[in-house]
């Protein structure tokens, strides 16, 4: 096999980490090595610099309000070099709070606030002040599999013309209105799901791990499959149990 390398940039686990997020880096870690391509993954913790140039995954975890303040600061003079990466292709992971952040504007408790402007998206709070929660499971394109996980969330993601990770089957997703979780932007892949997603949707990581791969190597075809039957067995078992 050809000599392939994939650098993960884990933004701030000290504070993004809700419902053990970072299992989607150590899955996509595992997925890689196991195929025989090396990974390094590379923790931004502070006010330490971000090289996206040497970054082809960049995973942005979910966090309470007093964490999610402090990232938020420390994106926001980080916004041009964010955005630069997303529209030359570069990967981009992000879960509830950090998906919402990549967005024009959402909430910190009842305080609406500035986001990135990544993406032309947007967040609201419902009228109420209710948090959608529960398990979820999604209809993919692409994914032969369910894609299961688990919401908890007071934002009402209005994605716009943006495609959505999936189609709801049982849960809220990004609205209880629309039926639709998520959004897919070129490389970009928001979601509200914990869980975390990509242990217990193996189909899906490799999708996002071939879609990195396939634009930093143009010799790069498919991946070898793995023996997924633990994994899916507990995917499994969740659908049954919705």
Known sequence: MADYKITIV????????????????????????????????????DDEEIDFDKADIVFLGGGSERELRIVAERLFNKKQQISGFVENNGSLMAVCEGFELLGKYYYIGKEKTEGLGILDIYTEISADGSRFT???????????????????????????DYTPLGKVLKGNGNDKVSGVEGVIYKNVMGTHLHGPIFPKNPELCDKFLLNTLKHKYNDFAEFSP???????????????RG
């Not at 996509?28 to 590379?42: F, S």
């Not at 994914?143 to 934002?155: A, D, L, P």
């Not at 793995?226 to 049954?240: G, R």
């Open 226 to 240: 793995l023996n997924d039957e633990i994994e899916n067995l507990a995917n499994q078992y969740m659908v049954n």
């Open 134 to 160: 529960g398990d979820v499971i999604l209809e993919c394109d692409g994914i032969s599999n369910k894609v299961v996980g688990f919401e908890n969330h007071g934002g009402i993601t209005n994605i716009n």
């Open 10 to 45: 884990h933004l701030y686990p000290n504070l993004l980490n809700l419902y053990g997020d970072k299992g989607n880096i150590e899955c996509m870690k595992k997925r890689l090595l196991w195929r025989g391509i090396d990974v390094e993954v590379v923790t931004v913790i």
